[in-house]
Antibody, heavy 119, light 107 residues
């Protein structure tokens, strides 16, 4: 059973870069057929899918964030990461990492971490 | 992007009721539609994937169905634990968009 855990800075200043890591346990991030996603949820609002990285290293980002976002994988440490640059208050949200298994949807989620953008 | 429109936004029901939540896609996504349940302060939990497949461990009172662009989540015999928010998500095309959510409240 996969377990995911987000970590990183909970407070980021405007115009700086938000950096989060998702540590995967109970399985390998190299597992074939898995993709590793980031999703966010502004306070009191719905879910927004940010992007994903496939086990092969291929990535896809939602167009509205594409110019500011990078998702990467650290296979040796079994984690994947999110960087979001030039943040504003609109990027304040709970950020979740999640895994999509073969023939499934997002079936494993981290607990989520609140990131606040404020000076 | 594929737009996902969920209805209703809020639904009031009682324990024992059967309720249906609808999700409409702006283009065909069949069968790549999932449903999630989210409780306050918690991460979403996968209920249904590929339109009608029940995730392991999810009670059988949850069921999903759908056609090309219209999908439904049905919860039969509502239990107290079912009062939560529900989201649909299409994963046919990137970006994998979510519906805006339905809050299921106790009447």
């Amino acid at each position: 059973q996969l377990q995911l855990q987000e970590s990183g800075s909970g407070l980021v200043k405007p115009s700086q870069t938000l950096s989060l890591t998702c540590t995967v346990s109970g399985g390998s991030i190299r597992s074939r057929g898995y993709s590793w996603s980031w999703i966010r949820q502004p306070p009191g609002k719905g879910l927004e899918w940010i992007g994903y990285i496939y086990y092969s290293g291929n990535t896809y980002y939602t167009p509205s964030l594409k110019s500011r976002v990078t998702i990467s994988v650290d296979k040796s440490n079994n984690h994947f990461a999110l960087k979001l640059g030039s943040v504003t208050a609109a990027d304040t949200a709970v950020y979740y990492c999640a895994a999509k298994g073969p023939s499934s949807a997002l079936n494993f989620w981290g607990l989520g971490t609140l990131v606040t953008v404020s000076s | 992007d594929i737009e996902m429109t969920q209805s209703p936004s809020t639904l009031s029901a009682s324990v024992g009721d059967t309720v249906t939540i609808t999700c409409r896609a702006s283009q065909s996504i069949i069968p790549w539609l999932a449903w999630y349940q989210q409780k306050p302060g918690k991460a979403p939990k996968l209920l249904i994937y590929r339109t009608s497949n029940l995730e392991s461990g999810v009670p059988s009172r949850f069921s999903g169905s759908g056609s090309e662009t219209e999908f439904t989540l049905t919860i039969s015999s509502l239990q107290p634990d079912d009062f939560a928010s529900y989201y649909c998500q299409q994963y046919n095309t990137y970006p994998n968009t979510f519906g805006q959510g339905t809050k299921l409240e106790i009447k």
